[in-house]
């Protein structure tokens, strides 16, 4: 029955239909994500509410906030993937079985899947609890999209990294961090603009940098996560 | 006639030595018993055969015929079982098999596995989650899963671990099958496997 070896892209498919049903019997990163966001966003809309930030300063100030909530619920979940196979000792017999550009692939899109649920239901809720009403309300929503793109893709790679270090709670912030931060920033700047700027002049040099963050980062993943996964 | 051929194979854990130039060969129609007390590096061993260790020195080929089969084609050629190994707890028993078949042969495997159930005795439980198992089952599941695409190599690790006399049958059937294919490698300590090997090879401590 020797054979070569099966489409990666297959591989990928079935890698993530794999954790696509273990994580709906057993929910923990969503239930992690969701709650962190949900607290986030109450503690948020409770203490600073609508009312306390001057108008001039809402866009920048709410933008912001956003994406903080956005970037430490996704740290709470996005690790799971791989942190979860080291943790049940899967790891290596996934290791024997699949390419390594397929269980990227297939990990990636569990998480992307994972921030769009949770970005479809955070980002409508803190407008109407912060009563945060972007003027572009579509380039708004696509630049959230691309930013949680680039955000998913370098947590997931980095998920790969901090899988089989100690102490994987604390590490993967830490190293998250510095690596989202250009992200971070220059999303924040775009959704902020999207929410106050008369015209959409700011777009195309926001495309540019979230699509190239995104692009640079995938590539990046798919060329070194086979070092990653079998260091 | 395929071959699994390691040569000069050394390995340390930071400064101490464990396997120091492993030479040997092995071919279809043999199971080589790897034998050696606790911590002689056996499992080790296995781990370096199978990629899943970086190997410092020395290498380890996987031949059909006289051609080295490529790293990037060995996973749907070679099939590991080892303690250290599980499978997903939270799938289903015919899930588990579905998925590691599906990842080696590409497309259903469905009939093989159901068959593969059946000769384990766990058809009756194949929708069951594998932590509901026994954990004389899980281990005949991680044969099975091992086996699942037809290896034409074998890496068992301590394969009789939490079996009863019928599960040792099993294995026994499944060695004899899986010799035939290619060679199997076996490392152990329990005597009730030794009668599977057709040649050793010994670790020191």
Request: with cysteine; glycine share 8%.
């Amino acid at each position: 029955m020797a054979r070569a070896s099966t489409p990666w892209l297959s591989e990928a498919a079935a890698i993530f239909l794999k954790d696509l049903r273990s994580e709906l019997r057993t929910k923990v990163a969503v239930n992690s994500i969701v709650l962190f966001a949900v607290i986030t966003l109450a503690l948020v809309s409770y203490t600073i509410g609508p009312y306390r930030i001057p108008p001039a300063e809402k866009p920048a100030i709410l933008s912001a906030l956003l994406m903080i909530i956005l970037f430490f619920a996704s740290m709470t979940g996005l690790s799971r993937v791989f942190v979860k196979e080291e943790e049940a000792r899967t790891a290596d017999t996934l290791r024997l079985a699949a390419d390594p550009q397929a269980v990227f692939l297939g990990k990636l899109l569990l998480n992307l899947l994972t921030m769009a649920g949770v970005t479809a239901v955070v980002v409508p809720l803190f407008s109407i609890l912060m009563e945060f009403h972007p003027m572009h309300i579509c380039s708004f929503y696509g630049i959230t999209a691309l930013g949680m793109l680039g955000l998913t893709i370098a947590s997931t790679l980095i998920a790969a990294i901090i899988s089989k270090a100690g102490n994987k709670g604390a590490l993967f912030p830490i190293l998250a961090f510095p690596i989202l931060l250009p992200l971070l920033l220059a999303t924040a700047d775009a959704l902020s603009k999207a929410a106050a700027w008369p015209d959409l002049s700011f777009m195309g040099q926001a495309l540019g940098i979230l699509v190239s963050y995104s692009g640079i980062t995938f590539f990046a993943g798919l060329i070194l996560f086979e070092k990653v996964w079998r260091a | 006639m395929n071959r699994i051929a390691v040569e000069g194979v050394s390995y340390a854990y930071g400064r101490h030595p464990l396997l120091q130039d492993v030479r040997f060969e092995a071919r279809t129609g043999e199971v080589l018993l790897v034998r050696g007390p606790n911590g002689s590096g056996k499992s080790t061993l296995l781990r370096l055969v199978a990629g899943l260790l970086h190997r410092p020195s020395g290498r380890v080929r996987f031949l059909e015929g006289d051609r080295e089969v490529p790293e990037g084609d060995l996973r749907a050629r070679l099939g590991m079982c080892a303690v250290e190994q599980n499978l997903y707890d939270e799938l289903t028993a015919l899930e588990n098999l579905l998925f590691f078949g599906r990842l080696r042969l590409g497309g259903d495997c469905a009939g093989r596995a159901e068959a593969l159930l059946g000769r384990a005795d766990l058809h009756p439980h194949r929708h069951k989650p594998v932590r509901s198992l026994s954990s004389g089952m899980r281990q005949k599941l991680k044969l099975l899963a091992a086996v699942v695409h037809a290896p034409g190599f074998l890496l068992l690790d301590e394969p009789g671990s939490n079996l009863d006399a019928r599960g040792m049958e099993f294995l026994a059937g499944l060695v004899e099958e899986q010799k035939d294919r290619g060679p199997v490698l076996l490392a152990t300590n329990d005597p009730r496997e030794f009668g599977h090997g057709t040649r050793e090879y010994a670790l020191a401590l």
